[in-house]
């Protein structure tokens, strides 16, 4: 008898692309009366109008591909490397010191200024430093796929780097004898005796940016990326006592930037493909020379990009770990040159030592400046090769009142920072859910804003929608406090008896009250896939490496705490979790 064969069950799914078009109708349809109301240069019109417009402006559709948008990036970052060309070897004029009493030689002076802060801000260059702060990156590199970026897979012999790394490897485990040993014992029953794979430079990869274009991000040789980490949070260190501190820095802007829609007193500059502008020869003039020649020993050369390797005329790309830290040294320490020159008090090329610093603050390639310097700022910058980004920069007489900067615009002191919806992480059943939620709490928060807090819930296309979707894919919609995630729940707790009783189909998951007050209700909850052959001496030594006198937070610190680089794909899937609180008030619809 012939045994049955097994059929596998297909999963359900959803289409995107049909939810964005319907979503993108109905805030098109609820937004555009609110111009005729409050009059186009309202800050509440101009919320709305950008809305409209920005909805799907970051969505990239993951049903047809993205093929055109990865030649469209490469072919981008292909013409910027030709353009940094004009600004490398011979093409590179340094200034000279002669040019200094010239009154005409702002660039000159804030060049030369530039150069003697960054020696100050970076001091000594220390390789017992260096050794203590290395580690492993959180992405994937050349050598190991994104499927396992573990420990273990990045320890694994054999480890790829370029060749000029190899001996500094070496005498970094030396140092670390204990992580020597635990890499030895783990790699004991590997049948691979080499140690090192040799690589040219990096592999060319893409993250999403825009419905436009995307992010070209460098994978590089695993080696390399371990001592660039380590590189970078020795820059960190000595950034924060100069108000670098990247951690606090988005924030700040965000206020700066709004004080400054009010006053005009700063501006706001930003910069096109910032991080791939940083001109080789620029770097070696900039940097002090122990420090350059180790950024440049752990760089790439070249870069491959489909099959093709291209040598790069930039410094370095995103990926590489040293590459934000100094884009924001030179933006930052070329910003106080200009200032120091235009003041009229330059003696010396080095700042005073009552210097106020705070005047000018950098965070990557977003700049914020004297609005007085701006022009002299931006021609100095675009001498060296780098790109004024005009779309984001706001400085000139027609942008009073609006300022943009780390994520947050402002008109006259109003936060008009509208909300970009991005592809949900997968098309399978169980992440439309919490796709919905995020995408229901953002928008709750510009509606609010738009309509006022007790109207904007009523006769509105956008909820309307959301109670079909509901409906249609059959979800029981979880309520969940303020402080959870936005894709874990509806955030609706104060408002839920109004939402219920305006859309009455939807079908609210059940929320239980204790006789002690506490509060039991579900929400959504995404678990991570965990890596199952863990080698816990590898974690052991990790743990010790930290030295006990060390700020945490600091040595921590990761390519995850920089903005862009939060959102990567995630490896694993949503679960229905239960949670429990007492600090919470939440109407009984279960009466």
């Excluded at 417009?53 to 093929?67: C, R």
């Excluded at 109670?467 to 509806?490: A, C, M, Q, T, W």
């Excluded at 700020?551 to 239960?578: C, L, N, Q």
Aim: hydrophobic content about 35%.
């Amino acid at each position: 008898m012939q045994a049955k064969r097994k059929v596998k069950k297909r999963k359900s799914s959803f289409n995107p692309d049909v939810i964005v078009t319907t979503l993108h109708q109905a805030v098109h349809r609820d937004l555009k009366p609110i111009s005729s109301v409050f009059g186009p240069k309202h800050p509440i019109a101009r919320l709305a109008n950008d809305q409209r417009k920005a909805l799907t402006k970051k969505y990239v559709s993951p049903l047809t591909g993205q093929d055109h948008l990865v030649s469209k990036t490469y072919q981008k970052f292909l013409d910027v490397n030709e353009h940094i060309a004009n600004y490398t070897g011979d093409n590179f004029v340094p200034p000279v010191l002669a040019d200094i009493p010239d009154e005409s030689s702002l660039r000159a002076k804030a060049l030369f200024t530039a150069r003697a802060l960054i020696s100050a801000v970076l001091t000594d260059f220390d390789e017992e430093e260096l050794f203590t702060h290395c580690r492993n990156g959180p992405g994937s590199t050349n050598g190991v796929g994104f499927k396992d970026t573990s420990d273990e897979a990045k320890l694994t012999f054999p480890i790829t780097l370029t060749k000029r790394v190899a001996p500094l490897f070496d005498r970094y485990l030396q140092f670390n004898f204990q992580l020597a040993a635990a890499v030895r014992d783990f790699n004991s029953q590997n049948p691979v005796t080499d140690r090192y794979s040799f690589v040219e430079g990096s592999r060319a990869s893409t993250v999403e940016k825009n419905d436009e274009i995307l992010r070209i991000i460098a994978k590089e040789p695993t080696g390399n990326m371990f001592i660039q980490q380590g590189l970078m949070i020795m820059m960190y260190h000595r950034m924060v006592p100069f108000g670098l501190d990247v951690r606090v820095l988005p924030e700040q802007h965000k206020v700066r930037a709004m004080i400054s829609s009010i006053t005009s007193g700063e501006a706001t500059v930003d910069w096109r493909s910032a991080s791939d502008c940083n001109a080789y020869d620029l770097l070696k003039w900039l940097t002090p020379p122990k420090w350059f020649a180790m950024c440049d020993m752990v760089r790439s050369p070249v870069m491959n990009i489909n099959g093709k390797d291209v040598h790069l005329n930039m410094f370095s790309t995103m990926g590489n770990a040293v590459t934000f830290p100094l884009e924001t040294l030179v933006f930052w320490a070329i910003g106080q040159g200009v200032r120091y020159a235009l003041s009229g008090r330059y003696k010396s090329t080095f700042l005073p030592w009552n210097w106020d610093y705070s005047k000018i603050s950098v965070f990557g390639d977003d700049c914020i400046i004297p609005t007085d310097m701006s022009e002299d700022y931006i021609s100095v910058l675009g001498s060296v090769g780098f790109l004024i980004n005009a779309d984001k920069s706001f400085y000139r007489e027609q942008d009073h009142g609006f300022r943009e900067s780390c994520g947050g615009d402002y008109l006259h002191g109003y936060d008009v920072r509208p909300y970009s919806l991005k592809a949900p992480s997968s098309t399978a059943k169980s992440s439309l859910e919490p796709w919905l939620y995020i995408i229901f709490n953002r928008l709750k928060e510009k509606y609010i804003t738009c309509f006022g807090r007790l109207s904007y819930v009523y006769e509105k296309g956008l909820w309307r929608e959301m109670e079909r979707l509901f409906v249609e894919h059959n979800i029981s919609v979880k309520i969940v406090p303020d402080d959870y995630p936005d894709d874990s729940g509806l955030k609706w707790s104060q408002d839920l008896e109004r939402l219920a009783k305006c859309y009455p189909r939807i079908k609210f998951s059940r929320i239980s009250r204790s006789r002690h007050g506490t509060y039991a209700f579900n929400y959504c909850r995404f678990i991570y896939r965990e890596r199952k052959d863990r080698f816990e001496y590898i974690h052991f030594v990790k743990a010790l490496q930290v030295p006990a006198q060390m700020e945490r937070s600091i040595t921590e610190f990761s390519m995850d705490d920089i903005p862009m680089f939060r959102k990567v794909k995630r490896k694993g899937g949503y679960v229905e979790a239960k949670g429990l609180t007492c600090h919470w008030h939440v109407p009984n619809l279960n009466r």
